[in-house]
């Protein structure tokens, strides 16, 4: 039976799947559907999948309107963009306020300064004042009612070291499979989550500045870092080339250090936060 839709061919399909997969953060789950199908994996990491979809939704959309539309009913309620009634007062919230219940708790021996979930919420990273990050497994977490825990099974998979001073930020790399952080040592360091072994970092950036932010473009191939410097660097995470990126002339840099750097969803754009009030 021929499943290729036409015009378009079964492995195109599935490699766009693949990819969106990892860019996601399901990158084993996308290695596991590469294995099953026979079509093999790319190095790349992209979003070409959801602009696809994106773009057929727009173009949905379009024809809808299009579409004669019956009168509007007499004496109806007006209603603003977004179909909300704006002629009747706020309804009050119902319901209790949800309950919270801490099943688990590790210690630094130092402050901790930061945490991070990774995208698909299978890990955890934590960062301290010690200089030290842990890594926990989401799953390994249990409910405190539940059977007591092995030693085996701890949340707590992976204790890091590489750095000389405290850790101010963590990001996870859109495959889910490798780990940066930034210290005040002014290095940022990329660990992979994936090996059984080790604690170090496999390759650093290194500024003449204490870091205090980084966050990974969508596309996996860019770390920006902020710090206590006026400026947002911008490191290729394969060439290691360093980039010193410069405001438009009508809004001018920034006057004091970086506090944190964040990206738009889809990349296009990039916001930094300062110690001059400024973002």
């Not at 790319?42 to 070409?48: E, H, I, K, V």
């Not at 009050?92 to 930061?114: C, D, I, L, N, S």
């Not at 945490?115 to 390994?140: C, H, M, N, P």
Request: proline content about 6%; some cysteine; charged content about 20%.
């Amino acid at each position: 039976m021929d499943d290729d839709a036409p015009g378009v061919r079964r492995d195109e399909v599935i490699r766009l799947i693949l990819c969106q997969l990892s860019a996601y953060g399901y990158a084993n789950l996308s290695q596991a559907i590469a294995a099953h199908t026979g079509v093999p994996m790319t190095a790349d990491s992209n979003s070409r999948l959801a602009e696809l979809v994106a773009q057929g939704l727009q173009s949905e959309q379009g024809r809808a309107q299009q579409r004669p539309t019956k009168p509007a009913a007499r004496n109806a309620e007006p209603e603003d963009d977004a179909g909300i009634d704006l002629s009747r007062p706020p309804r009050a919230p119902t319901g209790e306020a949800p309950q919270f219940q801490m099943w688990y708790k590790t210690k630094h021996k130092g402050v901790a300064t930061t945490a991070a979930f990774s995208r698909d919420g299978q890990y955890i990273a934590t960062g301290s004042a010690d200089t030290s990050l842990k890594l926990i497994e989401v799953d390994r977490v249990r409910s405190p009612a539940g059977a007591p825990m092995r030693r085996e099974d701890k949340p707590v998979i992976r204790t890091l070291y590489n750095h000389e001073a405290e850790i101010t930020g963590l990001a996870f790399h859109p495959n889910g499979l490798v780990l940066a952080s930034c210290s005040a040592d002014r290095s940022a360091k990329l660990f992979d989550i994936s090996a059984a072994y080790g604690k170090h970092a496999f390759q650093s950036f290194g500024d003449n500045f204490a870091f205090r932010s980084i966050a990974f473009h969508p596309s996996g191939d860019y770390l920006a870092a902020g710090g206590d410097a006026p400026e947002v660097r911008l490191y290729n995470v394969h060439t290691e080339k360093a980039y010193l990126l410069q405001p438009g002339a009508d809004q001018g840099p920034h006057a004091a250090a970086v506090t944190q750097v964040a990206y738009a969803g889809g990349g296009a754009l990039l916001a930094s936060a300062s110690c001059d009030g400024s973002v």
